[in-house]
């Protein structure tokens, strides 16, 4: 409970004047509270001289004003604040682990003096210590051997799983501890679900679903991913893949697997289908990873990036990095092939900018001209056919499209076979075009038709997705 004195005295030190301050002298002070025990009985009401009113709208941001001065206590380590919620962490190599030890040890003591001199006090039985790095690292040392971090004289325990803020971590960052409590949750709601499954029409479990499971998997959606795994294509999560028991003939979620039956197994001979993969392993989730950038020629799709070109412009930014000095240096992930183009993960912000302000300027080899772009530039491609009045080139026809019908994005669209009228025949000019989700959606709330002239025209369009540059398709 914060006192209400020390919090006035810290409020003036952050320069409130003094109407401000006997205003919160006002809203703290002539507050009572009593006790209702289980029998119904009363305790007698007695003055509140420390907390805020519970609910309150001023209460979280009176509570962090009250410890911003915390970290000023920390010397030798660093440390991250979310509420009431305190972590002292501090990085060191393994020889220099007593050091460190002593070092940490320095800055846990002032903590806990500051929390006695401002009226507070440590929850020792929730304060563990983590000792964190790679399998290589742990492995140097003995947990049950290894000198501790004392609090107040004490010694703490070394903990094998933390939750933090909902996530349980794993000296090693493994998240399968945090799989684990996600998979249990998610059961749990599914069990209690069961019973209803068949009463309920399927909008309403649709939103059962999206309000009471969806929200375990998206909290701290990046954390349940394999740590050793390189950038690409992810298998799904734990917790996608947790082995809840079906009925037959009921739906099984998407990313699960039914479990087979005796009478799943084809006969032996028989031909077994297989689904092919359109997508080629770009996933939503990663198209909108704002840390992630694909490598295109500037004519791409026409001209793809090889691999012997993208060895030539590693070898080009690397020359370019080689003149960075004095400042930190950007770093990437493993990189990706997909459809022409090289998928590239920056490991921050930093590194991202970096690499979309040095590529465009590289001449790795003769003629070459490259790109930074967002995925969305690579997803699949709907077939499209327009035909239109008069013989024009497509750079013609696109800009009377865009001014007539703005926002239908036509510097996202890709002509694929561009035919005029031949002599003696109708003047008319047909292209054929591949055609991004978002314009395909424009299009559609204007029943696929654009003004043109004195009319409109129609645009014909595979709603499947396929890629026109994928199909043998040919316009007479």
């Known amino acids: ?93 393994p020889k220099d682990f007593a050091r460190a030890l002593s070092a940490f040890n320095r800055n846990v003591n002032p903590v806990s003096s500051w929390a006695t001199a401002n009226g507070l006090s440590l929850n020792r039985a929730k304060t563990q210590v983590m000792l964190m790095g790679s399998d290589a690292f742990l492995g140097r040392f003995d947990l049950s051997t290894t000198r501790r971090v004392l609090l107040e004289g004490m010694p703490l325990p070394y903990a094998t799983v933390v939750k933090s803020l909902g996530v349980y971590i794993q000296p090693n960052l493994d998240s399968g501890a945090h799989v684990k409590q996600v998979v249990k949750r998610v059961h749990r709601v599914l069990y209690s679900l069961r019973h209803h499954r068949k009463a309920l029409p399927r909008p309403i479990r649709k939103e059962l679903v999206e309000s009471l499971i969806f929200p375990h998997f998206n909290y701290a959606e990046p954390v349940p991913v394999d740590k050793a795994a390189p950038p690409g294509p992810k298998a799904p999560s734990g917790a996608q893949k947790s082995k809840i028991p079906h009925k037959e003939g009921t739906p099984v979620p998407r990313g699960q697997k039914r479990r087979k039956s005796s009478g799943d197994t084809p006969p032996v001979g028989a031909p ?19 840390l992630t950038r694909a490598i295109v020629a500037d004519n791409y799709p026409d001209d793809p990036v090889t691999r012997t070109q993208w060895l030539l412009l590693q070898e080009a930014v690397m020359g370019d990095m080689d003149r960075i000095a004095g400042q930190s240096l950007p770093e990437f992930g493993e990189p990706l092939f997909r459809r022409g183009a090289v998928i590239v993960v920056a490991k921050n912000v930093f590194s991202r ?27 699949k491609l709907h077939k499209a056919v327009i035909t239109v009045p008069g013989r024009l080139d497509s750079k013609t026809i696109f800009q009377r499209i865009e001014r007539l019908c703005p926002g239908l994005g036509t510097e996202q669209w890709r002509v694929y076979s561009e035919v005029p009228a031949k002599e003696g025949q109708d003047p008319i000019t047909t292209l054929v075009l591949g055609l991004p989700e978002s314009s395909v959606r424009k299009l559609r ?8 002239g004195l009319g409109r025209v129609r645009v014909k369009v595979d709603d499947k997705g396929t890629d026109p540059s994928e199909t043998a398709d040919k316009t007479e």
């Open 445 to 452: 709330e204007r029943d696929f038709t654009i003004a043109w």
């Open 1 to 93: 409970m914060v006192p209400h004195q020390v919090l006035l005295m810290k409020l003036r030190r952050f320069n409130f004047g003094d109407s401000t301050i006997k205003w919160f002298v006002s809203y703290l002070r002539h507050r009572s509270q009593a006790v209702t025990n289980s029998d119904g009985s009363e305790s007698a009401w007695l003055p509140t001289t420390s907390g805020v009113p519970q609910g309150s709208v001023l209460g979280s941001l009176l509570f962090s004003l009250f410890i911003n001065d915390l970290p000023d206590v920390l010397v030798d380590s660093r440390c991250m604040l979310f509420a009431d919620d305190l972590q002292v962490y501090s990085s060191f190599f």
């Open 272 to 290: 077994v289908s297989r689904r092919r993969r359109t997508d080629e392993g770009i996933s939503a989730a990663r198209v909108a990873d704002p």
């Open 353 to 379: 900018d970096w690499m979309e302000g040095i590529v465009p300027k590289l001449s790795p080899w003769e003629g070459a001209k490259l790109k930074v772009v967002s995925l969305e530039v690579l997803k």
